[in-house]
Each structure stands twice: as structure tokens, then as C-alpha cells.
């Protein structure tokens, strides 16, 4: 198997998540269950990453990242990723400016989506996964309509996950709320899936809070990094 190199650290909650699955997924598919997948992580400084975002140009994202995944490259790493959805709406400038083959987040959930043959969907996410063209686009190609919650609901996601989420914090409130914003626009848009465009969303809600199809993005992408390195 090829060898791993993780963009971590955003967030590192998400990262331990990533490193689990790959693991017990290469278990799995395995012959001999002692047998991991070699796995090299970078991990971030998150609030030096967020402050580019918010305050950089965003050639300054993309040289940041591209930087990290080069380091990982020159350290053996075959095979890239992303550990969060919000660095992929720079995915393409990354691609760029690294040798590194990438296995995109986005893509392997256009894919998920397409074989359960979903119709129209909720992204959930940070306001710049939400606002930007990369789901949108790759799940026209596959025939999906996106919809992204309101202005306010948008906001609220945001700070969640960057003020609560990130730090592994849950809360009933938080849990109820994402329910019900989930079943409001199962009502308003009939929606038939929801994509947990964050990382982090599976720790307040998970197939068996709805009836349609919830789709966890960190083990969609991890299982498609694995059938990348094999």
C-alpha cells in the first residue's frame, strides 16, 4: 500500500477520526490484521490557518497548504489528503503547486451521493464550505441539486463548529438544533440526504437521527484515500 501523508490539525478532533478509520478500514480489507497503513501526519496550528483564511489573500491558503504537502512528499508520503472540507475550496490552486497526488473530499462524496442516487441535498458546513462552488459544481455533474440553510442558520453553524466543535465540546442545544434544521428543510425542500460538509458534524448528528441519507464525509473520504493507496 502507498504511503499516507495527512493534512491534520483541522481540526485535530477530526484528524484522530481520519487516523482511526484508516486504520481499522485497512484492517479490514486486510489479510493479516497487524498490518496498518503507514500514515504520515502533519498537523496544523488551526488558529494560524483560520487567521490566513479570514485575513489572507487566498494565494496565501494555497502556498500554506501546498507547502505542508510538499514537506509531507519530500517525507515519502505517495498518496495526500485533506483532513477538512473547508481547504478543498482551495483544491484546485493546491494541486498546482504540489506533486503530491490528492484524493478530494468533495469528489468522493459526489460519488457516495450518486450510488445511494440521491436527488437533492443539504450541505452543511463552515460559511466558506457552504458559500463556495466546489459542491455545488461536482454535484451538478452528477445530476444533485445542492441547498444550503439561511443567512442565520449559516452563521450558526460557523461558530459552532470553530467555537465548539473544534474543541471536541457537544451540546445538547447544538444537537437539537442541527436536528431540527435538518427536518425543516426535509419539509421546505424535500431534500432526501444531508451532507455533513464538516468534519466534525458527526459528533451531533448520524444516520440515526433522519430518515434520509446522512452523509459522513470523513468516512467517505477516508474509505476513498484507501482505495487510492491500494
Known sequence: MKKIGLVGG?????????????????????????????????????????EIQRSGERSDVVDYVADILE??????AEIGALTANTP????????????????SIVTA????????????????????????PMYPRELAEAGIELVVPNAEDRQFLDDT????????????????RVRDMCKRHMDQDRIDA???????????????????????TAKIHAKAILAAAS
Open 71 to 76: 514537506r509531507l512528499r519530500v517525507a515519502g
Open 10 to 50: 483541522t481540526t485535530p478532533e477530526s484528524t484522530k477520526v481520519y487516523y482511526d478509520l484508516l486504520i481499522r478500514g485497512a484492517r479490514k480489507e486486510g489479510d493479516d490484521p497487524l498490518r496498518n497503513p503507514v500514515i504520515l501526519i502533519y498537523s496544523v496550528d488551526l488558529a494560524e490557518l483560520v
Open 194 to 216: 444531508v451532507i455533513l460538509g464538516c468534519t466534525e458534524l458527526p459528533l451531533v448528528i448520524t444516520n440515526q437521527d433522519l430518515p434520509i441519507h446522512v452523509l459522513d
Open 161 to 176: 463548529i470553530y467555537g465548539e466543535l473544534a474543541l471536541g465540546k457537544v451540546t445538547p442545544q447544538v444537537r437539537n
Open 88 to 103: 478543498h475550496a482551495y483544491l484546485e490552486e493546491i494541486r498546482a503547486r504540489t506533486t503530491l497526488s490528492l484524493v
Open 109 to 132: 462524496t459526489r460519488d457516495a451521493a450518486s450510488e445511494r442516487r440521491v436527488e437533492r441535498a443539504l450541505l452543511l458546513g463552515t460559511s466558506t464550505t457552504m458559500a463556495a
